[in-house]
RNA sequence: GGCGCUUUCGUCUAGCGGCUAGGACACAUGCCUCUCACGCAUGGAACACGGGUUCGAUUCCCGUAGGCGCUACCA
């Protein structure tokens, strides 16, 4: 059994978008197989007909495809243990039931579905097992000819696995170690439907594991109570000598509040939890994805990788080979892990300051056009493309090597938009930097500042230097603040020289008028405190923009 | 209800009988500075509880409590 060929699976069920859990499942198996020179199988487990989801096996594929998560062999991979759809495995799970009958394993039940529900009504706890069959109708009860002839007839069925109660047994857990439970509380599981003529996932399961030479089964922890099931399916078959390692990984739990990460989680808290983008076939909703959101795909595979698992050291931020290599599965964590999305945030940015600057470009792009920001002739474009290299540089700290605290492509827009846009507004009630900054002679020392600024001829930041420092020395105003309040609307940006020798003479000047006209106090209570004006609503002003400069014109010079 | 798994800072976790219980995210403060960010420094913050075992328990065992999962002709 050591000597095999580590071989293990991810199978999810074509029922919708891949779970971001089962992302971390999938990277799991990954790792180990290819820790240990094996092959991962990518297996469709859809034996349940009325949950069939169209498009979700495409989406599955796509997402590992953009996840960088290849498999060896599977649906739409090849390999030579097919079909991997188990729906296209009909003939062999039926003649792999016909075995367990055979040997006595298993029996045929005729009990309809709402024969049992009926059952669970009137007994409590109800459970199809050793101590009830004898009550039921089936194959244990019936005359071998009365079997016959109902199947004959063609009446509806069911293959169950027949338990013997009173045993103890033992999964060889790899996370867990051995975890015992007796036989007695197993029911005896369906593991046939005639109405699809499909096996339920425990047969389907098991004989597919077999005949593909699975050695390891890595999944979730909702496993664990019907791994025993499986362990007897492998006795009943004969395979329990090459039955493979179970390990039982923990659940991803929300990230507040109680119960495992669900779809309702992420849309409630803003992240998502799914790969992709998922268009519902059914219901038209749109599900976010890790992809559209922003995230890189190696952020996200690091971030999962680490949520329930560790390498044993400090190291957080690691490539996949490097997790290949220091993957362990006993170093797995037994307890479900809280999602954070507020750190998977901070991988993405850790990755996304790594790229280079060209990967910036596209990404850059999308968000200008997302805020309006769009070149209609050559020459506004190629003002765009100068200013978006620029921006690309201040972002990366105007050459300092700093990178700015930037987790998504998005988060350029906020941190910015005073290249491309004039402020509008002041928001000096919720803006401590204005109010710290914007006396009541500011206008006036800005307007001194303005008769400077319009004479001077050399706009380079030291053509400008040359005239303000001097100037500032001589009058002892030090505008700085003051004059980024009025160039950019707050207290970001870059050093105030190179901000105005970037937007040129005349936006400047123009940002300038704009500020100073709207003053009185850049417009809010300190001013004025005495003309009781109503605080909360002036506090905020937004004069109309002066001509030219109007919200979300591209400010060309 | 039954069965199983699980329990270290707010969160992810290190720890595998003796440690000032370590790191990361988040948070706070300071430094830097014409602002923000970056960076650096500092700080607050945890062994669920009760019994054992032991010279000694965060660590091993048993309970209790909490959390999670399963309990379908779903996976």
Same mark, same amino acid.
């Given at each position: 059994?050591?000597?095999?060929k580590?071989?293990?699976?991810?199978?999810?069920?074509?029922?919708?978008?891949?779970?971001i859990?089962?992302?971390?499942?999938?990277l799991?198996n990954y790792?180990?197989?290819?820790?240990?020179?094996?092959? *991962?199988?990518?297996?469709?487990?859809?034996?349940?007909?009325?949950r069939?989801?169209?498009?979700?096996?495409? =989406?599955?594929?796509?997402?590992?495809?953009?996840?960088?998560? +290849?498999?060896?062999?599977?649906?739409?991979?090849?390999?030579?243990?097919? +079909?991997?759809?188990?729906?296209?495995?009909?003939?062999?799970?039926?003649?792999?039931?016909?075995?367990?009958?055979?040997?006595?394993?298993? =029996?045929?039940?005729?009990?309809? +579905?709402?024969e049992?529900?009926?059952k669970?009504?009137?007994?409590?706890?109800?459970q =199809?097992?050793?101590?009830?069959?004898?009550?039921?109708?089936n194959?244990?009860?019936m005359?071998?000819?009365?079997?016959?002839?109902?199947i004959?007839?063609?009446?509806? =069925?069911?293959?169950?696995?027949k338990?013997?109660p009173?045993?103890?047994?033992?999964?060889?857990d790899l996370?867990?170690?051995?975890?015992?439970?007796?036989?007695?509380? *197993?029911?005896?599981?369906? *593991?046939?439907?005639?109405?699809d003529?499909?096996?339920?996932?425990?047969?389907?399961?098991i004989?597919?594991?077999?005949?593909?030479?699975?050695?390891?089964?890595?999944?979730?922890?909702? &496993?664990?109570?019907?791994? +025993?099931?499986?362990?007897?399916?492998?006795e009943?078959?004969?395979w329990?000598d090459?039955m @493979?390692?179970f390990?039982?990984?923990p659940?991803?739990?929300?990230?507040?509040?109680?119960?495992?990460?669900?779809?309702?989680?992420?849309?409630?808290?803003?992240f998502?939890?799914f790969?992709l983008?998922?268009?519902?076939p059914k219901?038209?909703?749109?599900?976010?994805?890790?992809?559209?959101?922003?995230?890189?795909p190696?952020?996200?595979v690091?971030? *999962?990788?680490?949520?329930?698992?560790?390498p044993?050291?400090?190291?957080e931020?690691?490539?996949?080979?490097?997790?290949?290599?220091?993957?362990?599965?006993?170093?797995?964590?037994?307890?479900g892990?809280?999602?954070?999305y507020?750190?998977?945030?901070?991988?993405?940015?850790?990755?996304?300051?790594?790229?280079p600057?060209?990967?910036?470009?596209?990404?850059?792009?999308?968000?200008?056009?997302?805020?309006g920001?769009?070149?209609?002739t050559?020459q506004?474009?190629?003002?765009?493309?100068?200013?978006?290299?620029?921006v690309?540089?201040?972002?990366?700290?105007l050459?300092?090597?700093?990178?700015?605290?930037?987790?998504?492509?998005?988060?350029?827009? @906020?941190?910015?938009?005073?290249?491309?846009v004039?402020?509008?507004?002041?928001?000096? !009630?919720?803006d401590?930097?204005?109010?710290?900054?914007?006396?009541?002679?500011?206008?006036d020392?800005?307007?001194?500042?303005?008769?400077?600024?319009?004479?001077?001829?050399? &706009?380079?930041? !030291?053509?400008?230097?040359?005239?303000?420092?001097?100037?500032?020395?001589e009058?002892?105003?030090? @505008?700085w603040?003051a &004059?980024?309040?009025a160039?950019?609307?707050?207290?970001?940006?870059?050093?105030?020289?190179e901000?105005?020798a970037?937007?040129?003479?005349?936006?400047?000047?123009?940002?300038?008028?704009?500020?100073?006209?709207?003053?009185?106090?850049?417009?809010?209570p300190?001013?004025?405190?005495?003309?009781s004006?109503n605080?909360?609503?002036?506090?905020?002003v937004?004069?109309?923009?002066?001509?030219?400069?109007g !919200?979300g014109?591209?400010c060309?010079?």
């Amino acid at each position: 059994m050591t000597d095999r060929k580590v071989r293990v699976r991810f199978a999810p069920s074509p029922t919708g978008p891949l779970h971001i859990g089962g992302v971390r499942t999938a990277l799991y198996n990954y790792l180990f197989a290819k820790q240990h020179g094996g092959d *991962l199988i990518f297996r469709i487990e859809d034996t349940d007909s009325t949950r069939f989801v169209p498009g979700a096996e495409e =989406y599955i594929i796509e997402s590992f495809k953009w996840l960088g998560i +290849p498999f060896d062999e599977g649906v739409g991979f090849g390999g030579n243990y097919g +079909p991997y759809r188990q729906s296209e495995r009909k003939d062999i799970y039926r003649k792999y039931v016909q075995v367990l009958l055979d040997g006595g394993k298993a =029996y045929y039940a005729f009990d309809t +579905p709402e024969e049992l529900n009926k059952k669970r009504e009137e007994v409590e706890n109800f459970q =199809y097992d050793a101590s009830t069959r004898g009550m039921m109708r089936n194959s244990l009860t019936m005359p071998k000819e009365e079997v016959e002839r109902r199947i004959a007839e063609g009446e509806q =069925y069911v293959v169950r696995f027949k338990i013997e109660p009173g045993r103890d047994i033992v999964v060889d857990d790899l996370i867990r170690g051995e975890v015992k439970i007796n036989s007695s509380i *197993l029911d005896d599981k369906v *593991l046939y439907k005639s109405a699809d003529q499909l096996p339920t996932y425990h047969l389907a399961n098991i004989v597919d594991d077999h005949l593909m030479e699975v050695t390891h089964v890595i999944r979730g922890e909702e &496993w664990l109570p019907s791994a +025993p099931l499986h362990v007897l399916l492998y006795e009943a078959f004969g395979w329990a000598d090459t039955m @493979p390692r179970f390990a039982h990984l923990p659940l991803l739990l929300k990230p507040v509040g109680n119960g495992k990460l669900s779809k309702r989680d992420g849309d409630k808290l803003g992240f998502p939890v799914f790969p992709l983008e998922w268009h519902d076939p059914k219901s038209g909703q749109i599900s976010s994805g890790y992809r559209e959101k922003g995230y890189l795909p190696e952020a996200v595979v690091n971030f *999962l990788a680490l949520l329930g698992w560790n390498p044993g050291n400090d190291q957080e931020l690691m490539t996949l080979d490097e997790m290949v290599k220091l993957f362990d599965l006993s170093k797995c964590s037994k307890n479900g892990a809280k999602f954070d999305y507020v750190k998977a945030a901070w991988f993405n940015h850790q990755y996304l300051i790594q790229r280079p600057d060209t990967d910036w470009c596209p990404a850059f792009d999308k968000v200008l056009k997302e805020n309006g920001i769009e070149a209609t002739t050559e020459q506004e474009a190629e003002v765009v493309r100068m200013m978006k290299l620029k921006v690309i540089e201040y972002t990366d700290g105007l050459g300092n090597k700093k990178k700015r605290n930037i987790s998504f492509p998005s988060d350029l827009w @906020p941190l910015t938009k005073f290249f491309f846009v004039a402020p509008t507004e002041f928001d000096k !009630e919720g803006d401590k930097f204005i109010r710290k900054n914007w006396k009541e002679n500011t206008a006036d020392e800005l307007q001194q500042m303005m008769t400077v600024l319009e004479g001077i001829d050399d &706009w380079s930041v !030291e053509g400008q230097k040359a005239i303000i420092d001097p100037w500032t020395e001589e009058t002892g105003i030090k @505008p700085w603040n003051a &004059w980024r309040v009025a160039l950019v609307g707050t207290g970001q940006g870059p050093d105030m020289y190179e901000l105005s020798a970037f937007l040129g003479k005349e936006e400047v000047l123009k940002r300038m008028r704009f500020a100073i006209e709207a003053d009185p106090s850049l417009t809010s209570p300190r001013g004025g405190v005495e003309s009781s004006n109503n605080e909360k609503q002036t506090n905020k002003v937004s004069a109309s923009p002066l001509g030219e400069t109007g !919200e979300g014109s591209v400010c060309t010079r």
